[in-house]
């Protein structure tokens, strides 16, 4: 009744496991943490307990429910030598999409089956999200550590339900269909993934654009294949994202503008412009001057 429901609400599959503690995943981030992978994310390092245990962020919590969200499209920017923005944020901030129709999966539950403990996540709270949504039956970690479907691909987001309803639990996705191939780390042109499934994120262009405050390292200069907000070769490039279908989620269309901007548009932008062309868009994380400094960095 839940996956139907999610489902009508039009996420792109669901999962449910057990509410417990992660012991795989909890070596992996400690190492992780310890060699500074993440960098200026100083959050990663914080309720590392309830990262790995989600009985410690809701009360008398039984089972997680994962959810993906279908974010692909064909849609490109029209000026192909205009400085570059990942498909995710072409339209409004997935963080609100997602959340309202969370709400509404809850909403439902509780007319359903009654008065439910539970919480909302995404993206934004130590939930790890592929960790779970592996644990569920979604998919396997790629060796670009993102999470692959073999029907969807992997551009999609995740989210999640823990809930204190017990509930029939899905099988954890134990096959990775990676095989051999290793053209997400052969693409990578600032090699940030160091090994399988292990993205050193100090040195990946999403974090480069986005999470990091202080300016670009120079080592990186002539590095970023022309990206100034995010980076989607890793996932490009993937084999299994030729499975990958066009969305149907109306507020994740592109902002109107957005991929008309050309290159002297961009590398021109006002803030007027900005907050016209961003509003309601995940860019707005970078604020005007982080993006500006990111097309700076380009064009020197």
Known sequence: MIKAEAKRLGFLDVGIAKAEFLEEEAPRLE????????????????????RLDPRLLVDGAKSVISLSLN??????????????ISKYAYGQDYHTVIKTKLKAL???????????????????????D???????????MGKNSNL??????????????IVDL???????????????????????????????????????????????????????KDKMDNWMFGCDICQDVCPWNRFSKIHREE?????????????KALTEITEDVFKKVFKGSAVKRTKYAGLKRNIEFLKT
Request: overall charge negative; aromatic content about 12%; some cysteine.
């Open 71 to 84: 974010y692909f499209t064909t849609a490109t920017q029209s000026d192909e030598a205009a400085p570059k």
């Open 148 to 161: 692959i479907s073999k029907q969807d691909g992997s551009f999609f987001f995740l989210a999640e339900l």
């Open 251 to 263: 507020e994740f269309r592109p902002q109107t503008g957005l991929l008309e901007l050309d290159h």
């Open 130 to 140: 592929r960790a779970w949504a592996k644990k569920s039956g979604i998919g396997w």
């Open 31 to 50: 190492t992780w943490l310890k060699n500074n992978r993440h960098g200026e994310m100083k959050y990663m390092e914080n309720y590392f307990d309830k």
């Open 166 to 220: 017990a509930l029939d639990y899905d099988q954890p996705f134990k096959t990775d269909h990676c095989g051999t191939c290793t053209r997400c780390l052969d693409a990578c042109p600032t090699e940030a993934i160091i090994a399988p499934q292990v993205v050193d994120a100090t040195k990946c262009i999403s974090y480069l654009t986005i999470e990091l405050k202080n300016e670009i390292p120079a080592e990186f």
């Open 106 to 128: 809850i909403h439902f539950i509780e007319e359903q089956i009654g008065e439910v403990c539970g919480r909302a996540f995404v993206d934004s709270a130590p939930v790890l």
